[in-house]
């Protein structure tokens, strides 16, 4: 069994950081791409960033030059550094993970149980 377990989240004033960590655990036998979304009250789950076993990266518009991911393959951990923390970032972030269990079970999409980043103006 697959889990992803977050860390990081908490309160911070506008113009902070936070960094976000993400460790995929148990049957694992490959990790492919990894990412982070969060979901605003009211508001659909979005993409944040994602980043490739190769750690190529793709970002949202309202967080590129602010936000860097970055993942440990050896750990089958993934970050996401927050700076210049706005009080619009405020959600629940969920890190999202595809897997592969064995080497004869097919790519599976995992995520994580969410973490609270409230920005405080």
């Known amino acids: 069994q697959v889990q992803l377990v977050e860390s990081g989240g908490g309160l911070v004033q506008a113009g902070g950081s936070l960094r976000l960590s993400c460790a995929a655990s148990?049957?694992?036998?490959?990790?492919?791409?990894m990412g982070w979304y969060r979901q605003a009250p009211g508001k659909q789950r979005e993409l944040v960033a994602t980043?490739?076993?190769?750690?190529?990266?793709n970002y949202a518009d309202s967080v590129k030059g602010r936000f860097t991911t970055s993942r440990d393959n050896a750990k089958n951990t993934v970050y996401l550094q927050m700076n210049s923390l706005k009080p619009e970032d405020t959600a629940v972030y969920y890190c999202?993970?595809?897997?592969?269990?064995?080497?004869?079970?097919?790519?599976?999409?995992?995520w994580g149980q969410g973490t609270q980043v409230t920005v405080s103006s």
């Open positions: 980043i490739t076993r190769g750690s190529n990266t």
């Open positions: 148990g049957s694992i036998f490959s990790v492919n791409n």
């Open positions: 999202n993970a595809k897997i592969t269990a064995t080497q004869s079970s097919s790519l599976r999409n995992y």
